[in-house]
């Protein structure tokens, strides 16, 4: 395996008393796509968050693309036009348009021009489907929509890796698809991606990797038939057991 | 009754005072707004460090100003500091009175704006690289003002109503100038003008403010 685009070591992560993250170690290589499942509370949310530094690790290290994140000398706003992330709740900006949101940073923190970044927000937008919903406001789309424009946020600014924190989790089933297929050619274009999701059907046909986090611990990983089909561990069993009823 | 209050020729002799008062107030509301405003997004933006050497400091000032009487912190900078070496004038005092009154409560009503923005905002903003100056600027505040503009407006107006304190530290702002016609003409006139100047002023802003309310009570 060539060097990691992702190098998380030892990383501990305390909430006030709470331990959430116990020494997590976590590599990712360039094009790989990596799913990590987990019971609500097993800090795989968190580990996530690490990954971009909106959550400091206590201790540990997190070296993303060559850059290591918690050093001091870090241009974290720099580095984080690397890591694209997208959020459960899609967290757009509901004050401005589906472009807008697509070029608020490409104008501010890329340093485009407006013709410019209005552009590569149209080319961006145009690769989740949502081209002719420019200059609509996220109040005016649905779920599933918005998380496309979510992503083309994400992906206008050309990150090296993506990581998507439950991106269907707060959509309709019948919304889910749509989202799902744009991970899926983002996948095929070869970005290197970490994904929380109980969405086991994709994480069965596109994930390289599964990880199974439980109480602050990687407890298992391996190809998704392993994990999902023979699991080693009694708590990896239990929980695949557990969201396969559902 | 008609030629004590509204007496017809008294408002043609008072009319280009009160016009000159009318600029006065309007000069003096487009410097104390801008400044209480500048006050209060100061204040907010303080308060969003956790700092305790910051955060009581913060909570004294802000209350402080809140009980403070505006009339008397305006007589006190006007009557007070000449005794220090300090002569701000009028408009002067007026301009820091404000600055520090209304700063205050503006400050209270941004801060509630900028608590109601959802923290999923800013770690967008920030995730795709955005410095946190960038994330108040373009995300944080627009939606923050949005969210309390019926605040703001309410203060607003109440800003622009005390702009009538001025005439006590000589102010030639609408109610000094109507109570010089006044006192020049032995007639209320002038003041019941003034009175519809202010109304008439405000009026539209009272009307808007209604609008803003019903509608964020309809969108609540």
């Given at each position: ?63 993303v ?12 706003n ?37 013709a410019?970044?209005e ?33 083309a ?54 994930a ?39 | ?51 305790p050497?910051?955060r ?15 009339l ?55 995730s ?93």
């Amino acid at each position: 395996m060539a060097a990691p685009i992702i190098e998380a070591r030892a990383i501990h992560k305390h909430f006030g008393a709470l331990h959430v993250l116990k020494g997590v170690d976590l590599q990712v290589a360039e094009r790989e796509l990596v799913f990590v499942i987990g019971p609500s509370g097993s800090g795989k949310s968190t580990l996530l968050r690490c990954l971009n530094r909106l959550e400091t690790p206590d201790s540990g290290s997190v070296v993303v693309d060559g850059i290591d994140l918690l050093a001091r000398a870090t241009d974290i706003n720099r580095a984080r036009q690397r890591i694209g992330m997208v959020f459960q709740s899609f967290n757009l900006y509901p004050h401005m348009t589906a472009l807008g949101n697509v070029t608020l940073a490409l104008r501010k923190v890329a340093g485009k021009t407006a013709a410019e970044a209005e552009a590569l927000g149209l080319a961006a937008l145009d690769r989740v489907g949502l081209r002719d919903r420019a200059g609509h406001t996220p109040g005016q789309l649905s779920g599933g929509q918005a998380q496309r424009v979510a992503i083309a946020r994400a992906i206008a600014l050309e990150p090296r890796v993506m990581l998507f924190d439950e991106p269907t989790s707060a959509l309709d089933p019948e919304l889910v698809g749509s989202v799902l297929a744009v991970m899926r050619e983002l996948r095929q274009d070869g970005m290197t991606m970490v994904v929380v999701s109980h969405e086991m059907g994709f994480a069965r046909a596109a994930a390289d990797r599964v990880v199974f986090m439980d109480d602050g611990q990687i407890v298992e990983q391996g190809a998704p038939a392993a994990i999902f089909e023979a699991p080693r561990e009694a708590r990896t069993r239990a929980f695949i057991g557990q969201i396969q009823r559902h | 009754m008609l030629d004590t209050f509204f007496n017809i020729e008294i408002m043609k002799a008072a009319w280009p005072i009160l016009l000159a008062g009318l600029g006065n107030t309007l000069l003096l509301s487009a410097t104390v707004v801008p400044l209480g405003l500048l006050g209060g997004l100061i204040l907010a933006l303080l308060a969003r460090l956790r700092s305790p050497w910051v955060r009581w400091p913060l909570m004294a000032w802000v209350d402080f100003f809140r009980a403070f009487p505006p009339l008397v912190l305006l007589i006190f900078l006007y009557a007070g500091l000449p005794f220090i070496g300090l002569e701000l004038g009028g408009f002067g005092c007026v301009a820091i009175a404000f600055f520090l009154n209304t700063g205050a409560y503006y400050g209270e009503i941004l801060r509630a704006g900028i608590d109601s923005v959802p923290t999923g905002q800013s770690e967008a903003a920030r995730s795709t690289g955005l410095s946190a100056t960038q994330t108040m600027a373009w995300v944080i505040l627009p939606q923050a003002v949005r969210n309390v503009l019926p605040d703001l407006m309410s203060n607003t107006l109440e800003v622009v109503k005390l702009t009538a304190l001025g005439s006590v530290v000589a102010m030639p702002e609408l109610l000094f100038q109507a109570r010089q016609a006044q006192s020049l003409t032995y007639n209320p006139t002038p003041i019941v003008v003034a009175a519809l100047i202010y109304f008439a002023l405000l009026w539209p802003l009272v009307r808007l403010l209604s609008r803003l309310e019903n509608r964020a009570l309809r969108a609540g």
